[in-house]
């Protein structure tokens, strides 16, 4: 079994922002798996399904942002799952270009206070992950109202693309085929850039 959780704020203010972009990922997924997210447990919202013949639970912490860990937590001890292995967490990174993508199998939280929070509950920084980059912050912008911020119709439409990746990358993911996610996606934007540079 697998969960996979995608981080973000719940409430409708909070809907379609540059933070609540993991949230936005589990939508596409449940989507794409006809798999409902209706069931309120464990302080987060989720969906019961299979992806690629492999059992996952869909996962939308509803504790805020800043304490994702604590629902991460009670899924993972609920559940009794190896979260090195067979728990993912997908979410924004503000340190990557808008609609980059990158699988890590560890790591630290790189100033995500979301991981950050599921880093100490956990008590470790060794679970797969998939960042999507949402841009860095503009030199006059706070960095809260940068990220509680919505995206614009372009980045918007980048994003919706990225999340897409995603769900493919997913698909891999809980087959055991990691390794194989992160040489296809990360090569794949690479040929993208190069192609983007040389239109310049």
């Known amino acids: 079994m697998y969960i996979i959780a995608g981080l973000g704020n719940p409430g409708r203010k909070y809907e379609n922002t540059r933070h609540n972009t993991g949230f936005s990922v589990i939508d596409v997924i449940a989507k794409e798996h006809g ?21 996952v639970i869909l996962a939308k912490p509803q504790t805020f942002m800043n304490l994702s860990g604590e629902s991460v937590r009670e899924l993972v001890d609920y559940y009794k799952i190896d979260e090195t292995r067979e728990l993912l967490v997908i979410y924004d990174d503000i340190s990557m270009e808008t609609g980059k993508l990158r699988i890590r199998q560890k790591g630290s939280a790189g100033g995500h206070n979301g991981i ?27 960095l809260v109202d940068y990220v509680l911020g919505h ?30 996610a992160m040489n296809r996606y990360h090569k794949k934007q690479e040929v993208e850039d190069e192609s983007t540079e040389k239109a310049l």
Do not use: C, W
Not at 35 to 55: C, F, P, Y
Not at 151 to 164: C, K, L, P, V
């Open 35 to 55: 798999i409902t997210m209706l069931e309120l447990k464990h302080k987060a919202m989720i969906g019961k399904g299979l992806i690629e013949g492999q059992r």
């Open 116 to 142: 950050k929070n599921i880093i100490a509950h956990l008590g470790h920084d060794v679970f797969p992950r998939i960042k999507i980059g949402v841009g860095g912050k503009p030199q006059a912008y706070d």
């Open 151 to 180: 995206f614009t119709a372009r980045e918007a439409e980048i994003i919706a693309g990225s999340a897409r990746q995603a769900e493919e990358a997913v698909r891999l993911i809980v087959q055991g085929k990691t390794q194989e």
